[in-house]
């Protein structure tokens, strides 16, 4: 599987702070998934990113995908406390059917 | 449409004993694969079945063990269970196999070895 680097494992923010969460390859990549898990729960599908160089955006969430496909991006702007759980990036390499996950970042928000 | 069903949700064994965990994925997904979680390690892969066939195996010892049906319900076997082996296993099925492909996650069996 792909191996990335997530970074940081923890975020504590103020509601209303914005959170990024970063998910890096030494080595080029064809996709790259985002799921959340919610305290006690599973993860959950956000997006996928293809294309270099691609922003997509849900709301809140932007999503960015790097130039050289080796990294990618979360960004949350003013979060909230529904925004609370672990953000996984979960990269693919070339012919690589297998979804492997980066260690998260885990988002705690203070109200 | 149901989604992924995992059995049992809790479960407490003792060192030494094997469990069978059992994933059925929504109705029409070919492709599971399983994962670990722990509060260290994060989600770590353990393997992907599709038609019926390991495709993909991740680092584990061969204590972990799979296999697939024909109706896409998948199970996982632990032998000699250890107490390292507390964790939440959590199935993903798939449509297909393939690089654009989303995961659908069931709910995990929290495995507790005593």
């Known amino acids: 599987g792909q191996q990335v680097m997530q970074i940081p494992q923890y975020q504590h923010v103020q509601e209303g702070e914005d959170f990024t969460t970063y998910c890096n390859s030494s080595t080029t990549l064809s996709n790259i998934q985002w799921y959340k898990q919610r305290p006690g729960g599973h993860p959950v599908f956000l997006i996928q990113l293809v294309k270099s160089g691609e922003v997509k955006k849900q709301k809140r969430l932007t999503f960015q995908f790097g130039e050289a496909k080796k990294n990618s991006s979360l960004h949350i702007t003013a979060t909230q406390t529904t925004d609370v759980g672990t953000y996984f990036c979960?990269?693919?390499?070339?012919?690589?059917?297998?979804?492997?996950f980066g260690k998260g970042t885990k988002l705690s928000v203070i109200p | 449409k149901a989604g992924v069903t995992q059995t049992p949700r809790y479960l407490i064994k003792t060192r030494g004993q094997q469990v069978t965990l059992s994933c059925s994925p929504i109705s029409g997904h070919r492709s599971v694969s399983w994962y670990q979680q722990t509060p260290g390690q994060g989600l770590q892969f353990l393997f992907e079945y599709f038609s019926e066939t390991q495709r993909n195996k991740g680092n584990f010892p061969g204590r972990f063990s799979g296999r697939q049906f024909s109706n896409s319900r998948s199970e996982m076997n632990v032998s000699t269970l250890e107490l390292g082996d507390s964790a939440l296993y959590l199935c993903?099925?798939?449509?297909?196999?393939?690089?654009?492909?989303?995961?659908?996650f069931g709910q995990g069996t929290r495995l507790t070895v005593v």
């Open positions: 993903a099925s798939s449509f297909n196999r393939g690089m654009n492909t989303e995961a659908f």
């Open positions: 979960a990269p693919s390499g070339a012919g690589s059917y297998q979804l492997t």
